[in-house]
């Protein structure tokens, strides 16, 4: 299944972080999402074939990475208290299948104090 | 943009009960999931069902996409069923990316 690193993350505002996703085997595209106290997931961006082709009303200090393997990185600059969420991963087949599930990671919980 | 509507938002059951949640969206959409997250965040995979009915054990999902809604049936209800469930449509972006976007969810308790 899809792998997630760091499980709980405390830093302080203004610092930066790295979060890490394996995809389950097989899916080459990635997707992030946020998920606050009480609401749903929120989508951050996309990735497929180690480029970003989708992203969602989130500003530039969100980046990622996605790796040959398959595997990819959420940075987050400059730490603000309202980026304190659960961080989620999803992976799925490929963009170019008809079929295309996402299937979701335990999560990060990130705390920004 | 879409939006997407779950109700009710909070549902308490006794355990053996029965249930319906139903997710409402505004526009057409590419494809639906339906979620369950448990107490620890891990959001499990339900159902993937852009039109029709499936059926999963004590579960089942329909959804009628010319009227835009979908449904959640939940049988014989236990107690590991508590958490909260969530529909997401599936968009397509820009670059070909495929998005889901959540409703808010329902939060359904089970008591023994």
């Known amino acids: 299944g899809v792998t997630q690193s760091p499980t709980h993350l405390i830093k302080t505002r203004g610092q930066q972080v790295t979060l890490r996703c394996s995809s389950q085997?097989?899916?080459?595209?990635v997707s992030w999402y946020q998920q606050a106290l009480g609401q749903g997931p929120q989508f951050i961006f996309q990735y497929y074939r180690e480029e970003e082709n989708g992203r969602g009303n989130f500003p530039p200090r969100f980046s990622g990475l996605q790796f040959p393997n398959d595997s990819s990185e959420l940075n987050v600059n400059a730490l603000e208290l309202d980026d304190s969420a659960l961080y989620l991963c999803?992976?799925?087949?490929?963009?170019?299948?008809?079929?295309?599930?996402?299937?979701f990671g335990p999560g990060t919980r990130l705390t920004v104090l | 943009g879409i939006q997407v509507e779950q109700s009710p938002p909070d549902l308490i059951l006794q355990e053996g009960a029965n249930s319906t949640l139903r997710c409402n969206f505004s526009?057409?959409?590419?494809?639906l999931q339906w979620f369950h997250q448990n107490p620890w965040g891990q959001l499990i995979n339900l159902f993937y069902?852009?039109?029709g009915t499936k059926q999963n054990g004590r579960l089942s999902a329909t959804t009628v996409a010319t009227e835009r809604y979908s449904l959640l049936y939940i049988s014989s209800s236990q107690t590991t069923d508590s958490g909260v469930y969530f529909c997401?449509?599936?968009?397509?972006?820009?670059?070909?990316?495929?998005?889901?976007?959540f409703g808010k969810g329902t939060k359904l308790t089970v008591n023994p």
């Open positions: 069902i852009p039109s």
């Open positions: 526009d057409s959409v590419n494809n």
């Open positions: 085997s097989g899916h080459n595209t």
């Open positions: 999803a992976s799925s087949p490929s963009i170019s299948n008809s079929y295309n599930e996402q299937f």
């Open positions: 997401a449509v599936e968009l397509l972006g820009q670059g070909g990316s495929e998005k889901l976007v």
